[in-house]
């Protein structure tokens, strides 16, 4: 079955210092990997998407992630934190078109909340 | 582009009465999901369209829920009769496969059932 964890519920950074939101995933075949953001009260919002190509894949408010086939993971990343980066992340993994009749179905991670601390 | 349009943004119902719950994809997009956000439960997966087709309802709770997409720019999620437990945000979500399957969310609907 296709999944991604996010370990951690909750992660605290101070501002200014680099962040690291986890997630590792479990899909047959190549996966295709998302980062959401959701602040409060809104929907949530594509940050980046690793499908193939280089490892490290750039998005949206200077986030980075890097793609680990051996270690399954696609850890969110950003060099320096500031306060308005707090908010919900969602990792997710697109369901193979094999798994899933050939349409796209995406699964969603449980969600960690980012705290920026001033 | 407006981006995915959901409406009402709040609805507060009481217990038995039907709610209906609406959304407008971005235009072109061929890909229509509904979720549902609670805190215990997190994000889920009700149902999705493909070309204005049901794809997969195996997340949607109960037959007292039910969804439509009679055309490409409209969808309705429908619950009747709406129980207290069905408080929660529903969001729904497009995309388009030729973009990378990346899916762009509404801003929610918050349902409260007293």
């Known amino acids: 079955a296709q999944s991604v964890a996010q370990p951690e519920d909750q992660v605290n950074v101070a501002e200014g210092n680099p962040l690291t939101v986890k997630c590792t995933y479990s899909v047959s075949g190549n996966p295709y990997l998302f980062w959401y953001v959701q602040y409060p009260n809104r929907g949530l919002q594509f940050l980046l998407k690793y499908i193939t190509g280089d490892n490290l894949v750039k998005g949206s408010y200077g986030f980075e992630a890097e793609f680990n086939k051996s270690q399954t993971s696609f850890h969110l990343k950003k060099p320096s934190a500031l306060v308005s980066d707090s908010a919900l992340y969602f990792c997710?993994?697109?369901?193979?078109?094999?798994?899933?009749?050939?349409?796209?179905?995406?699964?969603f991670g449980t969600g960690t909340k980012l705290q920026v601390i001033p | 582009d407006a981006g995915v349009i959901q409406s009402p943004r709040h609805e507060v119902t009481e217990m038995g009465q039907e709610v209906t719950l609406r959304c407008k994809p971005i235009?072109?997009?061929?890909?229509l999901f509904w979720y549902r956000q609670t805190m215990m439960r997190g994000l889920e997966l009700l149902i999705y369209f493909n070309n204005n087709v049901p794809i997969d309802d195996s997340g949607m709770p109960e037959d007292r829920f039910s969804a439509k997409m009679p055309n490409a720019s409209f969808s309705t999620l429908k619950i009747q009769p709406s129980e207290p437990r069905d408080s929660a945000v529903y969001f729904c979500a497009s995309s388009l496969k030729r973009e990378g399957y990346e899916q762009y969310f509404g801003p929610g609907t918050r349902l409260t059932v007293t």
């Open positions: 997710a993994v697109r369901v193979p078109s094999a798994l899933s009749g050939g349409y796209q179905k995406v699964t």
């Open positions: 235009s072109g997009h061929d890909y």
